[in-house]
């Protein structure tokens, strides 16, 4: 067995390594329990075989050429939340939600709408940033993914709105789609 990811200190205080396994599979009668550690590379390649080799075999759900269940729209805005998410980072909480009100393709190129839906009115002025700069950079890193997504010319137009307290208010969840 290679060296464990678990400092000697660690393994010691807890019975040592058999001790740990030996309450896994008393816990998990008849299960495989595997030590693993992706950070330290240790025991990744035994799980992977693990799970190869009991994953079931199943017919296809969607035919080779359809690569999604998802519509265009989906990652469109998925697109832009990334590009909010790598240009703020911490300055702005997870609290955005992106709208794509419009969808529009033409002969090589593709009109989009979305509206940014922040929280509180102090994350809108992050949003937008001083001048628009802060918006407009957001557009353009987002514009870029999307036409290397959906190989065209996109013009994207974006709105920022707030609807307060949205991560915590049922309709607005329903409406963002996180609830049936």
């Known amino acids: 067995m290679p060296e464990s990811p678990l400092s000697d200190a660690r393994r010691a205080s807890l019975g040592g390594e058999q001790a740990i396994l030996d309450r896994w599979h008393a816990r998990f009668p008849g299960a495989s329990v595997l030590p693993v550690s992706a950070k330290h590379a240790y025991g990744t390649a035994a799980l992977l075989e ?5 994953l079931p075999e199943h017919a296809p759900f969607f035919p080779k050429d359809q690569l999604t269940d998802r519509p265009e729209r989906f990652f469109a805005s998925e697109m832009v939340r990334e590009a909010i998410m790598t240009g703020y980072r911490h300055e702005v909480p997870y609290s955005c939600e992106v709208c794509i009100t419009s ?5 090589g ?6 509206e940014i839906f922040v929280a509180h009115e102090s994350q809108k002025g992050i949003i937008i940033g001083n001048k628009g700069a802060a918006l407009k950079a957001v557009g353009s890193r987002a514009r870029k993914t999307l036409e290397d997504f959906f190989v065209k010319k996109v013009y994207l137009e974006t709105r920022v709105k707030v609807r307060k307290g949205w991560r915590e208010d049922e309709g607005a969840l329903r409406d963002f789609g996180y609830l049936m």
């Open 50 to 54: 693990r799970i190869l080799a009991v």
């Open 109 to 114: 190129i593709i009109r989009i709408r979305c």
């Open 103 to 107: 969808f529009k393709e033409f002969d």
